[in-house]
């Protein structure tokens, strides 16, 4: 009798303390796709939140709290970006491995120049980052910068496999930078191209690819588009015409289309994360396929 | 001639000024020249902390431009270099360790068809803070909160109620042990219990305008707990969360009992987890015991005449809750479904003290009661939401001659309510709601609100 409670406890409750490997939890798909990268099968990886889902609003859900619990390693965006959620889930679990201080706590955007400052902190220009723009993948060379920081990270942290993920950085490092060069040179074409954003989250992407982004379907950020803003866009693409509108996988292109209707404007949906789209699996085709939509969109 | 009216002037300026400034005594002149010390001094540390910060900004600046120059000049240098990536700058200036402050302003305008003062639960000993409030306009409980990391050791956080009434209460101030071993998270002070799920969120995050019929009769509203609170989440990958509480028990349904020791206690237990990418539950049952003497509840209004019942003995409840959540891929920006019920049973048992006219009668009393609410929020569009709540009380077993004042047979209270509200940011919401409370047999209310909840500020994360 006792046996078969046990066993329902057990099976009920699953075996996050059981696994003797280094458990990582990421908040958001890119870095989750990292830490596999850098970790290889040394570490398990638990990403909070789904690359179809709002990153700026995640609940503090029971399934996250029990993660935050049994993780080893925090690795956050940072910049505020998961300051709705974050904080609570790791207070809750009072796991001090991984409070915001320890070394168990990693935010990315530490690594990384921030671009995008505020020149006005006021809320009613809607949801501002004071810190800067914390969406830094949309730049495979700060994916370099969080990575070299986050195989030091490992190692400082589980130091019985410091060759093992040495080894797995380099050999990561060496095919990341082959791949940006491959990148850049198939992307060369959209250089100076205008385009539309329908949330400002695409800074990183158009300062490495030098995009220029003539206007934004969101009023301010974070706010629904509205029908007399979106008036005053269509009346912009009349004196600066752009090539293409960029909505992140996790939105609703509704706006997006309404102008596409209007102009001769492309609708380009990005992954905005790792598996955003079928076709972003990884880190890897996470921006190959971005840099083949952007080119679609611009033919 | 110019010259000695010159002379004569500065002479009579001189004897103008002369008596003032002898009459300033030494002691006049030590006190400003240390005042015009003082004040050089603190320039003197401002121009030097400015300095400071000026290097630390320009070493900064030419860190991150070599960084940036570096990096674009070998876009990711396979090898990994030697000096270790340092984080960017953070904030500095005494400024940063201010609290995190927040104020949500929280008003509302009511309609009620009925006096609020006759307000009451048929077949309910009713105490703390019950009813529907006032009547037209009033500007509902304000609050102010500030928060922040004490040192490594401990976090504080502290939350003071300004009532419509121009009276100042605290509605939470405890400090949180970061240092406790396995897990556990001791909390300190006073707090909104972790009893039952409603409990422990703040009225202005609540779905509806006021709190369901079985918290105001059980609870007095919501348990605010004086005492100490651990908790401990289970190492495994379902969520398993264990609490327990120590108090003085002076919240309703007990009374202040200057006793030493506990005055009450209270165990609760949470799991939850999520079905899919766009389903999550959360489940708890909890357990409060606590204790009352010469709880009273002001009867004046059923026996025409003043008299009060005086409730001395103790009570135990127990709550068992749930939440569901739908949202599509866990995004709940365009639509999302939110479904909620809890259950409170509670057992009273003591002595019943009818006071009237300067007259006492006591009598032996005990009551096994309880009471359930169901609502569910839909939202349907981006800022829109749309609630439905029903609440209902069963008075139970009720034993003791002093109950005969305010059962009335066997009637079940209960109350529909319906609400939309409008959203157009995380910081603001506008409601509308109406319910319809049958609380006895001749007692039903139309009680319509408007309110506005809006949040000043440092922004707290919401629990689930």
């Given at each position: 009798m006792r046996s078969i409670l046990r066993f329902i406890v057990l099976a009920w409750l699953g075996t996050g303390a059981a696994h003797a490997s280094f458990n990582i939890f990421a908040t958001v798909p890119e870095w989750g796709a990292l830490a596999q990268e850098l970790g290889g099968d040394k570490v398990r990886v638990y990403t909070a939140?789904?690359?179809?889902?709002?990153?700026h609003h995640v609940q503090a859900k029971p399934s996250l709290i029990a993660r935050a619990r049994t993780a080893d390693l925090v690795v956050a965006t940072g910049a505020e970006l998961e300051v709705g959620w974050l904080p609570l889930v790791l207070q809750q679990a009072g796991?001090?491995?991984?409070?915001?201080?320890?070394?168990g706590y990693f935010e990315a955007t530490a690594y990384v120049p921030l671009l995008?400052?505020?020149t006005r902190l006021d809320r009613a220009e809607g949801d501002v980052h004071p810190q800067g723009?914390?969406?830094?993948?949309?730049?495979p060379r700060n994916i370099a910068r969080v990575a070299e920081a986050l195989a030091q990270r490992l190692a400082q942290l589980d130091p019985g496999n410091v060759a093992y993920y040495r080894s797995r950085y380099q050999d990561f490092a060496a095919r990341w930078s082959a791949a940006i060069a491959k990148w850049q040179q198939e992307a060369a074409?959209?250089?100076g191209t205008a385009v539309v954003v329908?949330?400002?989250?695409?800074t990183y992407l158009e300062a490495w690819l030098g995009l220029k982004e003539v206007?934004?379907?969101?009023?301010?950020?974070?706010m629904e588009p509205t029908t007399s803003h979106l008036a005053e866009v269509l009346a912009t693409l009349q004196r600066e015409p752009a090539k293409m509108v960029l909505v992140a996988a996790?939105?609703?292109?509704q706006a997006s289309q309404w102008l596409a209707q209007r102009t001769k404007i492309h609708v380009v949906k990005l992954p905005?994360?790792?598996?955003?789209?079928?076709?972003?699996?990884?880190l890897f085709s996470f921006y190959e396929d971005t840099v083949q939509r952007l080119l679609k969109g611009a033919a | 001639m110019h010259k000695r009216m010159l002379v004569a002037g500065a002479s009579a300026l001189a004897l103008l000024a002369g008596p003032p400034a002898r009459a300033a005594s030494d002691a006049d002149l030590e006190t400003i020249r240390t005042q015009i010390q003082a004040l050089k001094q603190d320039y003197d540390a401002r121009i030097r902390a400015l300095e400071e910060r000026l290097k630390a900004a320009e070493a900064d600046a030419a860190q991150a431009k070599s960084q940036a120059a570096a990096i674009a000049a070998a876009?990711?240098?396979?090898a990994a270099s030697a000096a270790p990536p340092t984080p960017a700058s953070a904030t500095r200036g005494l400024?940063?360790?201010n609290p995190a402050i927040s104020a949500i302003l929280n008003g509302q305008y009511a309609n009620l068809s009925?006096?609020?003062?006759?307000w009451r639960m048929a077949g309910f000993l009713q105490g703390g803070e019950v009813g529907?409030?006032?009547?037209?306009?009033s500007l509902g409980e304000s609050e102010l909160g500030f928060s922040a990391n004490v040192d490594p050791k401990f976090s504080g956080n502290v939350i003071v109620s300004l009532t419509p009434e121009d009276t100042v209460s605290v509605e939470e101030a405890y400090g949180i042990f970061?240092?406790?071993?396995?897990?556990i998270v001791p909390k300190f002070g006073r707090f909104f219990s972790?009893?039952?799920?409603?409990?422990?969120?703040?009225a202005h995050v609540w779905d509806f305008t006021d709190a369901p019929l079985a918290y105001q009769a059980f609870l007095g509203g919501q348990y605010q707990q004086n005492g100490v609170q651990a908790t401990w989440v289970a190492p495994t990958d379902r969520f398993l969360e264990l609490g327990a509480e120590v108090g003085n028990g002076d919240s309703f349904p007990g009374t202040p009992r200057?006793?030493?020791?506990?005055?009450d206690a209270v165990l609760f237990a949470r799991t939850g987890g999520d079905v899919g990418d766009s389903h999550s539950w959360q489940a708890g049952v909890s357990y409060l015991r606590t204790g009352s003497r010469s709880?009273?509840?002001?009867v004046s209004d059923l026996l025409g005449a003043d008299a009060a019942l005086r409730f001395t003995g103790h009570s135990r409840l127990w709550n068992a809750s749930f939440v569901w959540k739908w949202a599509p891929h866990g995004d709940p920006h365009y639509r999302n479904f939110k479904l909620q019920g809890e259950y409170l049973w509670r057992r009273e048992e003591g002595d019943l003290d009818l006071a009237s006219a300067g007259a006492a009668s006591g009598s032996p009393y005990s009551s096994r009661q309880s009471g359930a609410y169901l609502q569910a929020i839909y939202q349907?569009?981006?800022?829109w939401r749309f609630g439905l709540r029903y609440d209902w009380l069963d008075p139970g077993d009720v034993e003791g001659a002093g109950a005969a004042v305010f059962l009335a047979s066997s009637f079940h209270p209960r109350r529909a309510t319906a609400m939309v509200d409008w959203t157009p940011s995380e910081f603001s919401r506008v409601r509308l709601q109406f319910g319809r409370a049958?609380?006895?047999?001749l007692f039903s209310d139309n009680e319509l609100f408007v309110q506005y909840i809006l949040s000043l500020g440092a922004h707290g994360a919401h629990i689930f």
């Open positions: 939140t789904s690359p179809l889902q709002d990153p796991n001090d491995k991984v409070q915001p201080g320890a070394p995008g400052k505020p723009d914390p969406h830094i993948q949309g730049d074409p959209l250089h329908q949330h400002k989250g695409f206007a934004a379907l969101e009023p301010k950020p974070g996790y939105q609703s292109d905005f994360t790792v598996g955003g789209t079928d076709a972003a699996k990884d | 876009p990711a240098a396979p400024a940063a360790f009925r006096d609020p003062r006759e529907p409030g006032r009547r037209g306009f970061k240092g406790a071993p396995a897990g972790g009893l039952g799920y409603l409990n422990e969120q703040h200057d006793k030493n020791g506990a005055g709880r009273e509840d002001d349907f569009m981006p800022l049958q609380l006895s047999p």
